[in-house]
């Protein structure tokens, strides 16, 4: 399998078409080529826990040599998010207003997005924190909707959290006036030693640092997959658009479960007629990537061995 070198392997696609298959695949592959990798899950079915038959949890844990898994909950990250909000209210809100401002985070935490934000700021740390301790990290991303409203988000945060941080710098600059006058050292608010200010630049830079590792090709790769049918086509084609647009790379497209050349038959010769008309337009389609047919099994891809077996089929490229 072409390994490449980037140290952020994201693998996306439509719902259910093998992205949990191929991104474990892929991580074992390259522990086996002895690169020390993290493959993280946001699956909150835990469906890498069962094809690695492994209870996996929010912090890494070797699986086989070289390779470290973890799941993450999108549920548990956005209550997470939520608690640290809600923490840092005392020290932005005066206290009549704590009640309001709680209740209309409490509505936030359930509206779109939330969740995905939340996500995201834990993808951007695992990135940056994990990023010394592994070669390689290997994203198994949620379906690509969600995925891509995620990969977006950097620029919406950056709009939004340099709003926040001129108002509380403005904040700051009446607060210190107010203090010549007065007299009084209010030390949480305003002057050098403001924490929300510095919480708020300190997560401001680290979306920056995850959109730049984002759109760094030499650092990035995003992987598709995608089958041989319709829809997961089109879906794939409209998901390439948005990541040209937030520039962020693309790498190969698998096609998996393409009908194996030994398979024979009446009924799968007339399949198989159907799959050359899908494995044309993808090539078409896809033509400035490169493109790797994935064979269908005949058995359930599970456990280690099933996944080193489909990591070898991952190699060849696709052109029968
Ligand atoms: N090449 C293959 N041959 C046979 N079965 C496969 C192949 N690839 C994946 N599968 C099976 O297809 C099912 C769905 O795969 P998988 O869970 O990897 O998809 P997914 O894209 O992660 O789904 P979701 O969007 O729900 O997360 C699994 O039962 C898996 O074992
Ligand atoms: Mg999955």
New binding site residues.
């Given amino acids: 399998m072409l390994l490449g070198k980037q140290r952020v392997v994201f693998f996306g696609?439509k719902?259910?078409?093998?992205?949990?298959?191929?991104a474990a695949a892929y991580a074992i592959a390259a522990a086996d080529a002895g690169t020390r990798t993290l493959l993280v899950s946001t699956?909150p079915?835990h469906?890498t826990s069962d094809?690695l038959e492994d209870a996996l949890g929010p912090e890494p844990r070797e699986v086989v040599t070289a390779l470290w898994a973890m799941e993450i909950d999108p549920a548990t990250e956005a209550d997470r998010y939520v608690a640290d909000v809600k923490a840092r209210i005392q020290d932005t809100v005066p206290p009549r207003l704590w009640q309001e401002v709680e209740r209309q985070i409490d509505v936030a935490r359930v509206s779109p997005g939330a969740q995905e934000a939340a996500l995201f700021e834990r993808v951007a740390r695992i990135m940056e924190d994990e990023g010394s301790r592994f070669d390689r990290i290997v994203f198994?991303t949620a379906?690509t909707g969600q995925t891509l409203q995620l990969l977006s988000l950097p620029e919406l945060m950056q709009a939004w959290m340099s709003g926040l941080i001129g108002r509380r710098k403005k904040l700051n600059a009446v607060t210190r006036m107010w203090r010549n006058v007065g007299g009084t050292a209010e030390r949480r608010n305003g002057g050098p030693d403001d924490l929300v200010l510095a919480a708020l630049e300190e997560r401001q830079a680290r979306f920056v640092r995850a959109r730049a590792t984002l759109t760094d090709a030499a650092q990035t790769v995003f992987h598709f997959?995608v089958l041989p049918e319709r829809l997961p086509i089109l879906e794939t084609q409209r998901a390439m658009a948005t990541l040209d647009k937030y520039a962020i790379p693309v790498g190969t497209v698998y096609v998996?479960?393409v009908l194996p050349t030994h398979a024979e038959g009446a009924f799968l010769e007339r399949r198989r007629e159907r799959e050359r008309t899908y494995l044309d337009q993808i090539a078409a389609t896809f033509a400035r990537h490169r493109v790797v047919h994935?064979?269908?099994?005949g058995h359930?891809?599970?456990g280690v061995t099933a996944l080193r077996e489909?990591a070898r089929m991952m190699g060849d490229d696709g052109r029968r």
Avoid: E, M, W
Wanted: hydrophobic fraction near 40%.
């Fill in positions: 696609g719902g259910g078409v093998g992205k949990t298959t191929l699956d079915a469906s094809i198994d379906p997959v998996n479960r994935v064979p269908l099994q359930d891809v599970v489909l």
